[in-house]
């Protein structure tokens, strides 16, 4: 069960197109009771994050259509929802699983191409996007979390 499933349905149960935070605190942790009022906040701000979830003043709508998710009977997410994706790493395991290689020799072709190619100049997320492109491995869906990551400026 997924990040997304969880965050269609209070959208899909309650039949509405946006929703304040406490309202979405509420049903997932005292209405169903599939957490606590912090992992519901931790919820939230990460599905925002990852670009699930979308604030328009004090409402959230979801980034995509709600009423195409299917939410199964009896549905309670597990504590996988949690896991904060990591983006370059998954890029890195695409690449390597297309390339039939290791992840550590996409990650050496990642360091030769911003030693070699860019002096040093190009961040480890930009350099995967290259070699991700040059190889023609889809990674569309990890790119804007690997921009959010450049843009962080934690470096």
């Known amino acids: 069960m997924t990040l997304k499933t969880t965050i269609a ?3 899909r149960h309650l ?3 946006a929703m ?3 309202e979405l605190v509420y049903y997932y942790a005292l209405d169903r009771k599939w957490m606590s009022t912090e992992q519901a906040a931790m919820l939230l701000r990460n599905a925002e994050e990852d670009g699930l979830l979308a604030r ?3 409402l ?3 980034a995509f259509d709600a009423g195409t998710v299917t939410i199964p009977i009896g549905f309670k997410p597990t504590s996988a929802i949690f896991d904060r994706k990591d983006a370059f790493g998954e890029a890195v395991t695409r690449i390597a699983h297309v390339l039939k290689k290791e992840d550590t020799e996409v990650v050496a072709e990642m360091n030769r191409l911003i030693i070699e190619g ?3 100049n190009l961040l480890p997320e930009a350099a995967i996007a290259i070699i991700a492109r040059r190889h023609k491995v889809c990674i569309d869906d990890l790119i ?3 921009e959010k990551n450049m ?3 934690d470096r």
Do not use: I, T
């Open 151 to 153: 843009k962080k400026g």
């Open 56 to 58: 328009e003043g004090d």
């Open 118 to 120: 860019f002096d040093h």
């Open 60 to 62: 959230y709508k979801p």
């Open 9 to 11: 349905a209070p959208f």
């Open 15 to 17: 039949r509405k197109a």
């Open 144 to 146: 804007p979390v690997l």
């Open 20 to 22: 304040k935070k406490s």
